[in-house]
């Protein structure tokens, strides 16, 4: 049996590396087959997951011999964080290893959706229709208020790269003390006053009972009118019947959400975007880029090799 089992998609020269160290087992596909996953998951002392695999009370008792858990990226809640720490099992996420291809993903997509129409034309310019007033319609990213939720790693850089684009950069953090170095980069605001006050407000914070439905319709009410929302943190920390109403009342002036309540998509979901035009939907991908995944791959790499090689 293997020593390592990685159970998603994996940078492959890097998985590859590792195949020709130790005993690994790769199947990208494995987080969907529970009963083979818990199989294989007798012997190992390692496992490296992305946000699929459930990590739970279940497989941590078919797995006895698990010493890390390697996350490539930096979200836990698949992982059952309590019954790990209870096991003495090490959980290892990514940190700050996708924060850029996050940040790009906002910078781009908020972009997009100040300028309303005008990058979704390519059908009607092709079928000869030539509406300037339409298509030019848009506002610029600089000057505008970049409103960031949850200013760690992710959100810091977000920030960065906002501040470069000549945006007004402000923060909320729950968490964050007073004295960090960070808010050096970004005003700090409470959260009404970040919704009620910024041009562009993106999410990066994690799924917790705190924070699930933070924003929801008490939230897009105070919004300004034309405000754009981008989610690439959490399904659950949006409210999304309240999103899609937002978006159709036309309140809110666009969305980009790359993660949802319930992944894939289900039909409730479906049913409640269809016909939505100010709306990016993507599939959990915001962080993952080539250049990410070589990065989170080599980074839960390192830190099985240094589990593997220890003494003991």
Known sequence: MADVLISEFMDRPTAEEL??????????????????????????????????????????????????VARMGVGLDNIDLVACKARNIDVYPAIGANALSVAEYVIATAMILLRGPAYFATQDVAAGVWDRPKFGSGVELAGRVMGVIGFGSIGQVVGSKAAAMGMDVVAYDAMMPDDSPAWANARRMDLE?????????????????????LIDAAQFSIMK?????????????????????????????????DTLNVEPINAEACKLFAGIGNLILTPHIA??????????????????RRVLKAPG
Request: net charge negative; hydrophobic share 45%.
């Open 19 to 68: 195949i020709a160290e130790y005993d690994v087992h790769w199947d990208p596909e494995l987080w969907g087959k529970r009963d083979e996953l818990l199989s294989l998951a007798a012997d190992i002392r390692v496992i490296i997951v992305r946000n699929a695999t459930q990590v739970d009370e279940e497989l941590l008792e078919a797995a006895p011999n698990l010493k890390v």
């Open 193 to 213: 006053s970040l919704i009620a006050g910024s041009d562009v407000i993106t999410l990066h914070c994690p799924l917790l009972p705190q924070t699930r439905n």
């Open 287 to 304: 962080g993952v880029t080539q250049e990410s995944n070589r990065r989170i791959a080599e980074v839960a790499a390192a830190n099985v």
């Open 225 to 257: 009118n034309g405000a754009i929302l981008i989610n690439s943190a959490r399904g659950g920390i949006v409210n999304e019947a309240a999103c899609a109403a937002a978006l159709q009342s036309g309140t809110l002036g666009g969305a980009a959400l």
